[in-house]
């Protein structure tokens, strides 16, 4: 039997108990919910992130050993990513697809957590990440023997593990990149903006937008280097959060 708690989840309890496995043990809004989460350990909590009296992310952060799957109406990748920071153990959006919630809350009550905060702490071996990052180059046409290859790919893997990082491009992300590679932050810049540009004059801007989903650039535009790790590194993330 997995016991869950549902916080600002109108209507969920009754498909929920169609399953004989779950057995809800509270059913709140925001305003309540602390009064349930100090006296009772669900298995699994299924939270909303904006309601009244308390928003998601407060209870994120004040219950860190509560296992949360957030189920929420929110599309930003923003809010994915910090609810994920924050321990949520997968971002759902709504409307929910049943079947994929069940899986979600056995998965989690079964330890089989695939959202991005456990990925950051490499419960996803390095080599896979590396794999995805590089099997994404070579659709883009990122070809592996240039420098920009490997800086381009090491800052996706550090916007992947600390995405703020990404705020911080000039005083942080190429630094750390310069220091693994032993070089400068002026020689990071240069080859990454050529590892785009070589991508982009190489006209596979359709894979780059099936790549993100939608028809992101064309030919006449490129991404920043800022824009493009951020872009894959959300990928990255993302993959794992649903």
């Not at 709504?94 to 009550?109: A, D, M, T, W």
């Not at 080599?127 to 290859?149: C, M, Q, W």
């Not at 903006?193 to 099936?210: D, S, T």
Request: with cysteine.
């Amino acid at each position: 039997m997995i016991t869950i708690g549902l916080i600002g989840q109108n209507g969920l309890k009754e498909k929920l108990e169609e399953n004989e496995e779950f057995k809800i043990i509270f059913d709140t809004d925001g305003k309540d919910a602390r009064k349930y989460l100090d006296t009772t350990t669900p298995d699994v909590v299924i939270s909303e992130l904006v309601m009244s009296g308390e928003d998601g992310f407060a209870l994120l952060e004040k219950y860190r050993d509560v296992k949360f799957i957030i189920a929420s109406e929110l599309k930003s990748e923003v809010f994915v990513i910090k609810s994920l920071d924050l321990g949520a153990k997968y971002y759902l959006v709504k409307p929910l697809e049943y079947s994929v919630l069940e899986q979600r809350i056995k998965n989690v009550f079964d330890g089989d957590r695939l959202g991005g905060k456990v990925v950051r702490k490499k419960s996803v071996s390095e080599k896979t990440l590396d794999e995805r990052i590089s099997n994404i180059f070579v659709s883009v046409g990122i070809p592996a023997h240039i420098k920009g290859y490997q800086f381009l790919r090491e800052g996706i893997k550090l916007a992947v593990d600390d995405p703020p990082i990404i705020n911080a491009i000039t005083k942080s992300l190429y630094p750390s990149i310069a220091k693994r590679f032993d070089t400068t932050s002026s020689k990071v810049e240069r080859a990454i903006r050529h590892a785009i540009e070589v991508a982009w004059n190489r006209g596979k801007i359709e894979n780059i937008n099936n790549i993100f989903g939608v028809k992101v650039y064309n030919s006449s535009e490129k991404p920043t280097n800022g824009e493009f790790i951020a872009l894959l590194a959300d990928k990255m993330l993302l993959e794992c959060a649903y």
